[in-house]
T-cell receptor, first 117, second 113 residues
Framework: EAGVAQSPRYKIIEKRQSVAFWCNPI?????LYWYQQILGQGPKLLIQ????????DSQLPKDRFSAERLKGVDSTLKIQPAKLEDSAVYLC???????????????FGPGTRLLVL | GDSVTQMEGPVTLSEEAFLTINCTYT??????LFWYVQYPGEGLQLLLK?????DKGSNKGFEATYRKETTSFHLEKGSVQVSDSAVYFC????????????FGQGTTLQVKP
């Protein structure tokens, strides 16, 4: 079974530039998560999708971050314009079932490491 | 709000030593508790989980028991190997929530031969 795919693996940009990350979840997984992991910290949820609808985006800085999952499969996370503090690893995860199933296993991709100069 | 606190790292052990990584949590209701592991250059992987009080999760020689009275979920292994060197994250999801994971800050384990 193929895992969660993410690209690119690494990205270096200058502040005020824009950047986009792509995630393809495990086939058949309805729920998709984007987490931000700053160096030395645990991952923090940015946004959660159930199929192509947003379940939770309360921690997403909406003035600069946006995300979509148009067909309920793969997803794109965008930052525009980037700030120095956005330097982090962006993790995508997916899980099989329904919202509110808190016991489900989330499967993580390898992450995209972003450096903003 | 909900939170997870892990012991500071790095933890450095010799091969075959006993491992304990402490994890305590704050949450309303009845959370599910998880340990995830991140090996060098790889993504996060679920190591074990427990979904109710007094449950014990176990995998690959690692164990953790959900202790509601002490709000803890300490990770243990009787004999560590060099291949166990990784970053370990304790996490929870709260009942009635959307399923999002709330992570601790991670604990780096280094095992020397």
């Amino acid at each position: 079974e193929a895992g969660v795919a993410q690209s690119p693996r690494y990205k270096i940009i200058e502040k005020r530039q824009s950047v986009a990350f792509w995630c393809n979840p495990i086939s058949g997984h309805a729920t998709l998560y984007w987490y931000q992991q700053i160096l030395g910290q645990g991952p923090k949820l940015l946004i959660q999708f159930q199929n192509n609808g947003v379940v939770d985006d309360s921690q997403l800085p909406k003035d600069r971050f946006s995300a979509e999952r148009l067909k309920g499969v793969d997803s794109t996370l965008k930052i525009q314009p980037a700030k120095l503090e956005d330097s982090a690893v962006y993790l995508c995860a997916s899980s099989l079932g329904q919202t509110g199933t808190t016991q489900e296993t989330q499967y993580f991709g390898p992450g995209t490491r972003l450096l903003v100069l | 709000g909900d939170s997870v606190t892990q012991m500071e790292g790095p933890v450095t052990l010799s091969e075959e030593a006993f491992l304990t990584i402490n994890c305590t949590y704050t949450a309303t209701g009845y959370p599910s508790l998880f340990w995830y592991v991140q090996y060098p250059g790889e993504g996060l992987q679920l190591l074990l989980k427990a979904t109710k009080a007094d449950d014990k999760g176990s995998n690959k020689g690692f164990e953790a028991t959900y202790r509601k009275e002490t709000t803890s979920f300490h990770l243990e292994k009787g004999s560590v190997q060099v291949s166990d060197s990784a970053v370990y994250f304790c996490a929870l999801t709260r009942s009635g929530n959307t399923g999002k994971l709330i992570f601790g800050q991670g604990t780096t384990l280094q095992v020397k031969p």
